[in-house]
């Protein structure tokens, strides 16, 4: 069974750091892109970003670029997004989701909640 | 960026009857090389993290029941859930796969009359 187990929110000051987790398993991690996707409380779903198999292309949505990293681990099925100078519009559920077709996302986590929050 | 979009914002449609959402993208989805549009639909209950309906436009997933279909072609598509359910009250979202940034519509909220 295919599971994503995405960890890592909480609370963090605006201007502050988080890294965010997602656990895979139930299927070959290394072959899959996966992608990051938010959603602010009430409002709709948002790609964030996402990385190649191998992790040699990764592309982001213009208001993450250079505040946000996408990485793998593909020894340990994992992925992450480092999440640096954040901000009050950052807060939102981050999904991790498996990419089986050039951007069809076909397994969710269940999601981590960010706020930022002074 | 192609922007999505779609209506009714909101709908409440009587047990057992047909409920409609539509969706435009700013700019074509279809793929002329293989005449594809890369267009998908996702269903969100509270709570939960969305589940894939369709992806291609028009093909349903499997474990999908069949009241729900999905069609249209390059800009304009329509996803049909021909007899609704009570399991069925939900959010759905369109989203383009053609370009990066991938990019959802706003949603649809559908529940019942």
């Known amino acids: 069974e295919v599971q994503l187990v995405d960890s890592g929110g909480g609370l963090v000051q605006p201007g502050g750091s988080l890294r965010l987790s997602c656990a895979a398993s139930?299927?070959?991690?290394?072959?899959?892109?996966m992608s990051w996707v938010r959603q602010a409380p009430g409002k709709g779903l948002e790609w964030v970003a996402n990385i190649k198999q191998d992790g040699s292309e990764k592309y982001y949505v213009d208001s993450v670029k250079g505040r946000f990293t996408i990485s793998r681990d593909n020894a340990k099925n994992s992925l992450y997004l480092q999440m640096n100078s954040l901000r009050a519009e950052d807060t939102a559920v981050y999904y991790c989701?498996?990419?089986?077709?050039?951007?069809?996302?076909?397994?969710w986590g269940q999601g981590t909640l960010v706020t930022v929050s002074s | 960026d192609i922007v999505m979009t779609q209506s009714p914002d909101s709908l409440a449609v009587s047990l057992g009857e047909r409920a409609t959402i539509t969706c435009k993208s700013s700019r074509s989805v279809l793929y002329s090389s293989n005449n594809k549009s890369y267009l998908t639909w996702y269903q969100q209950k509270p709570g939960q993290p969305p589940k894939l309906l369709i992806s291609w436009a028009s093909t349903r997933e499997s474990g999908v029941p069949d009241r729900f279909s999905g069609s249209g072609s390059g800009t304009d598509f329509t996803l049909t859930i021909s007899s609704l359910q009570a399991e069925d009250v939900a959010v759905y979202y369109c989203q383009q796969y053609y370009a990066t940034p991938r990019t959802f519509g706003p949603g649809t909220k559908v529940d019942i009359k």
């Open positions: 989701a498996r990419d089986k077709d050039f951007g069809v996302f076909d397994y």
């Open positions: 139930g299927f070959t991690f290394s072959t899959y892109w």
